[in-house]
Nanobody, 124 residues
Protein backbone atom coordinates (compact mmCIF):
# COMPACT_ATOMS: atom_id res chain seq x y z
CA UNK A 1 0.00 0.00 0.00
CA UNK A 2 1.14 3.55 -0.75
CA UNK A 3 -0.14 6.81 0.72
CA UNK A 4 -0.72 9.67 -1.71
CA UNK A 5 -1.12 13.37 -1.01
CA UNK A 6 -1.95 15.84 -3.78
CA UNK A 7 -1.23 19.56 -3.73
CA UNK A 8 -1.06 22.51 -6.08
CA UNK A 9 -4.69 23.01 -6.94
CA UNK A 10 -6.34 26.41 -6.93
CA UNK A 11 -8.18 29.05 -8.91
CA UNK A 12 -6.74 30.15 -12.24
CA UNK A 13 -8.02 32.11 -15.23
CA UNK A 14 -8.63 30.41 -18.53
CA UNK A 15 -5.38 30.17 -20.49
CA UNK A 16 -3.33 29.96 -17.32
CA UNK A 17 -1.22 27.18 -15.86
CA UNK A 18 -0.99 25.08 -12.72
CA UNK A 19 1.30 22.30 -11.59
CA UNK A 20 -0.13 19.58 -9.41
CA UNK A 21 2.07 17.44 -7.22
CA UNK A 22 1.42 14.07 -5.66
CA UNK A 23 3.77 12.91 -2.92
CA UNK A 24 3.92 9.19 -2.23
CA UNK A 25 5.02 7.40 0.89
CA UNK A 26 5.14 3.79 1.86
CA UNK A 27 6.45 1.19 -0.52
CA UNK A 28 9.00 1.74 -3.27
CA UNK A 29 7.70 4.48 -5.50
CA UNK A 30 9.41 3.29 -8.66
CA UNK A 31 7.39 0.10 -8.78
CA UNK A 32 4.14 2.01 -9.31
CA UNK A 33 2.46 3.20 -12.42
CA UNK A 34 1.05 6.60 -11.49
CA UNK A 35 -2.10 8.15 -12.85
CA UNK A 36 -4.01 11.39 -12.66
CA UNK A 37 -7.78 11.39 -12.80
CA UNK A 38 -10.40 14.10 -12.37
CA UNK A 39 -14.01 14.39 -11.38
CA UNK A 40 -16.22 17.34 -12.20
CA UNK A 41 -19.48 17.98 -10.33
CA UNK A 42 -22.19 15.59 -11.46
CA UNK A 43 -19.80 13.61 -13.66
CA UNK A 44 -17.94 10.35 -13.34
CA UNK A 45 -14.26 10.26 -12.49
CA UNK A 46 -12.21 10.20 -15.70
CA UNK A 47 -8.69 9.43 -16.79
CA UNK A 48 -6.34 12.34 -17.41
CA UNK A 49 -2.79 10.97 -17.71
CA UNK A 50 -0.53 8.14 -16.59
CA UNK A 51 3.16 7.29 -16.47
CA UNK A 52 4.13 3.64 -16.52
CA UNK A 53 6.35 2.16 -13.83
CA UNK A 54 10.04 1.58 -14.60
CA UNK A 55 9.70 3.63 -17.79
CA UNK A 56 9.00 7.05 -19.23
CA UNK A 57 5.97 5.84 -21.15
CA UNK A 58 3.07 8.26 -20.78
CA UNK A 59 -0.56 8.29 -21.85
CA UNK A 60 -3.03 11.13 -22.05
CA UNK A 61 -6.73 11.62 -22.50
CA UNK A 62 -7.51 13.22 -25.83
CA UNK A 63 -9.02 16.21 -24.06
CA UNK A 64 -5.70 17.17 -22.45
CA UNK A 65 -3.18 15.98 -25.01
CA UNK A 66 -0.77 18.75 -25.94
CA UNK A 67 -1.73 20.84 -22.91
CA UNK A 68 -0.92 18.63 -19.90
CA UNK A 69 2.31 16.83 -19.07
CA UNK A 70 2.78 14.08 -16.52
CA UNK A 71 6.22 13.45 -15.05
CA UNK A 72 7.78 11.83 -12.02
CA UNK A 73 10.78 12.43 -9.80
CA UNK A 74 11.65 9.09 -8.25
CA UNK A 75 14.20 10.66 -5.91
CA UNK A 76 11.41 12.74 -4.40
CA UNK A 77 8.71 10.06 -4.62
CA UNK A 78 6.57 12.58 -6.44
CA UNK A 79 4.51 12.65 -9.61
CA UNK A 80 3.53 15.92 -11.28
CA UNK A 81 0.87 17.14 -13.64
CA UNK A 82 1.80 20.32 -15.49
CA UNK A 83 -1.38 21.88 -16.84
CA UNK A 84 -1.12 24.63 -19.46
CA UNK A 85 -3.71 26.48 -21.54
CA UNK A 86 -6.35 25.65 -18.99
CA UNK A 87 -9.99 25.77 -19.96
CA UNK A 88 -13.17 26.13 -17.93
CA UNK A 89 -13.97 22.49 -18.70
CA UNK A 90 -10.80 21.43 -16.86
CA UNK A 91 -12.47 22.45 -13.59
CA UNK A 92 -12.62 19.37 -11.37
CA UNK A 93 -11.18 17.66 -8.35
CA UNK A 94 -7.93 16.05 -9.46
CA UNK A 95 -6.79 12.76 -7.95
CA UNK A 96 -3.56 10.87 -8.23
CA UNK A 97 -3.53 7.10 -8.01
CA UNK A 98 -1.05 4.24 -7.92
CA UNK A 99 -1.17 0.95 -9.80
CA UNK A 100 0.96 -2.13 -10.28
CA UNK A 101 -0.28 -2.46 -13.87
CA UNK A 102 1.60 -1.57 -17.04
CA UNK A 103 -1.41 -1.89 -19.34
CA UNK A 104 -4.88 -0.42 -19.13
CA UNK A 105 -3.54 2.55 -17.22
CA UNK A 106 -6.55 4.62 -18.28
CA UNK A 107 -8.88 2.40 -16.27
CA UNK A 108 -9.84 3.39 -12.72
CA UNK A 109 -10.28 -0.24 -11.75
CA UNK A 110 -6.55 -0.87 -12.23
CA UNK A 111 -5.60 1.53 -9.44
CA UNK A 112 -5.55 0.41 -5.83
CA UNK A 113 -4.41 3.51 -3.95
CA UNK A 114 -5.85 7.02 -4.26
CA UNK A 115 -5.13 10.43 -2.84
CA UNK A 116 -7.74 12.71 -1.32
CA UNK A 117 -7.87 15.03 -4.33
CA UNK A 118 -7.13 18.68 -4.98
CA UNK A 119 -9.57 21.20 -6.43
CA UNK A 120 -8.77 22.95 -9.69
CA UNK A 121 -11.08 25.77 -10.74
CA UNK A 122 -10.65 27.55 -14.06
CA UNK A 123 -12.55 30.78 -14.48
CA UNK A 124 -13.62 31.86 -17.96
Amino acid sequence: QVQLVESGGGLVQAGGSLRLSCAASGRTFTQYTMGWFRQAPGKEREFVASIVRFSDITYYADSVKGRFTISRDNAKNTVYLQMNSLKAEDTAVYYCAASMKVAGTHSLSNYNDWGQGTQVTVSS
